[in-house]
């Protein structure tokens, strides 16, 4: 490998790394637009062991604006970076994800860890994210103090959740209609 290959080669993994870094801050600080200028426009992701998986930059950062409220603070933090260069134009890497998140309204805290594995595509002489998904190490989701569903003013917000249609629902939603709610999961 020449001088030039090296430096080039070295040059992209510092973009993707910034490329991932600001995904992590765009996800945390709500900031959906600069979110949505990390993906390709033919992304897909796999987020929860393929349990939320969408085609298309559209999709994939409607899902992200619906599950991320601003009642809902979170820190996803990624350490390492296993990144491959491929070629000129593909990379893949590895991330080790520590996540906290909080859920306001319905009292629970969630801490976890998963391995995100990241396909990502050269436009231009831009890195996008091309794929993402993660699969869990574990996770382990606590309430925060006493979860009472009589404290809740608005019984509405408890039934339509219980109602719903689980593959409608995000992780969390899913989370509270089955076990804070203990809604029988419908078997095929």
């Not at 994210?129 to 408890?158: H, M, S, W």
Request: some cysteine; hydrophobic content about 30%.
């Amino acid at each position: 490998m020449t001088l030039e290959e090296r430096i080039e080669r070295l040059e992209n993994i510092e973009a993707i790394r910034y490329l991932q870094a600001k995904y992590q801050r765009c996800l945390d600080s709500r900031d959906f637009d600069g979110l949505a200028s990390c993906f390709h426009d033919d992304a897909e992701s796999s987020y929860g062991s393929g349990k939320m998986s969408y085609k298309g930059k559209d999709a994939i950062v409607k899902f992200l604006c619906d599950v991320m409220r601003p009642s809902m603070p979170s820190t996803h933090l990624i350490h390492g970076g296993e990144i491959d260069i491929i070629d000129s134009k593909h990379a893949e890497a590895k991330w080790y994800l520590e996540d906290h998140l909080v859920h306001q309204k319905f009292l629970v805290k969630l801490h976890g860890a998963a391995i995100y594995e990241v396909k990502y595509e050269k436009v231009g002489d831009e890195w996008k994210i091309k794929k993402i998904g993660y699969d869990r190490c574990y996770q382990y989701v606590e309430a925060r103090g006493p979860v009472n569903l009589a404290t809740f003013k608005n019984k509405t917000i408890i039934n339509k959740v219980k109602k719903a249609d689980p593959t409608t629902l995000g992780e969390y939603g899913q989370y509270y209609q089955y076990e804070t709610l203990k809604k029988k999961k419908k078997t095929k």
